[in-house]
């Protein structure tokens, strides 16, 4: 485990690395740890530009693929255009999924009716879509919360029950936030969403920091509990086919 990242795959041309959930991949502010694309300069310490072929929202955690030259990153970059790579997510849900499997199909356009600017939604002019998933596991999880309005050393906690899904996701398009948004329109919400969750205000809360406990606790999870395990394409007469399991943060919700 390097300091930086997790490094999944190196030769000549690719640098593959596990890119931890809360990273962004492109700086806007900060030093030169705050950003994936600094890390891999400091990680591979030469005078080239490392370019990122795939990006992940900040709070994703899992595979990027980054090209050590030019001649890497032009060649990949048509791969992925073209659609002709295959990646696979998983995802814990609020809410029992009903069907085992199942293809969302639903164009993504900007919302405009959003206090969040970057907050987009299915829509009938938008742009085509797909994600097809399958249920993994269904689980049941508790949660305890002080039972009265006050909080004093009488208040007594409540446990409650609430249910969750496992999700394996394989979009078939690559609009952004798809994974999040479709999941959102099915009903079922990526755990911990602060955009897509059904409360805006919880993504201008962290962004302006003022994100209280209670909302916290609403969320469940400090970062969204979505993650990108796997990637296969053929390039250069070869197959290839990386993965990397989810962090620990992810794996623990799932035990019961």
Avoid at 43 to 60: A, F, G, M, Q
Avoid at 113 to 126: F, H, L, Y
Wanted: charged letters at 30%; glycine letters at 6%; proline letters at 5%.
């Amino acid at each position: 485990m390097n300091p930086l990242f997790q490094v999944i795959h190196e030769d000549d041309n690719l640098l593959v690395v596990h890119k931890p959930a809360d990273l962004v991949c492109h700086p806007t502010k900060g030093d030169e740890y705050s950003s994936l694309i600094s890390r891999a300069r400091i990680y591979l310490k030469t005078d080239s530009e490392p370019r990122l072929v795939n990006r992940l929202d900040r709070e994703t955690s899992g595979l990027v693929v980054i090209a050590k030259n030019l001649a890497t990153a032009g060649e990949l970059g048509k791969i992925w255009e073209s659609r002709a790579v295959q990646k696979e997510y998983l995802a814990i849900v609020h809410g029992h999924v009903a069907a085992e499997q199942g293809m969302i199909d639903a164009p993504l356009g900007k919302d405009e009716t959003s206090i969040v600017a970057i907050k987009d939604c299915v829509r009938a002019d938008g742009t085509p879509a797909q994600t097809e998933f399958f249920v993994e596991k269904r689980f049941i999880k508790s949660f305890s919360r002080d039972d009265s309005e006050l909080k004093t050393k009488n208040s007594k906690l409540k446990t409650f029950p609430l249910p969750f899904s496992l999700l394996r996701l394989l979009p078939r398009s690559g609009r952004k936030h798809q994974i999040r948004i479709h999941l959102a329109h099915l009903g079922h919400p990526i755990v911990g969403d602060k955009i897509y969750g059904g409360d805006s205000d919880l993504y201008l809360a962290l962004v302006e920091g003022r994100l209280t406990e209670e909302q916290r606790a609403r969320l469940i999870l400090p970062t969204h509990a979505l993650h990108a395990g796997r990637l296969q394409f053929h390039w250069r007469e070869r197959d290839w086919d990386f993965a990397t399991p989810p962090e620990p943060l992810f794996t623990d919700f799932l035990k019961e």
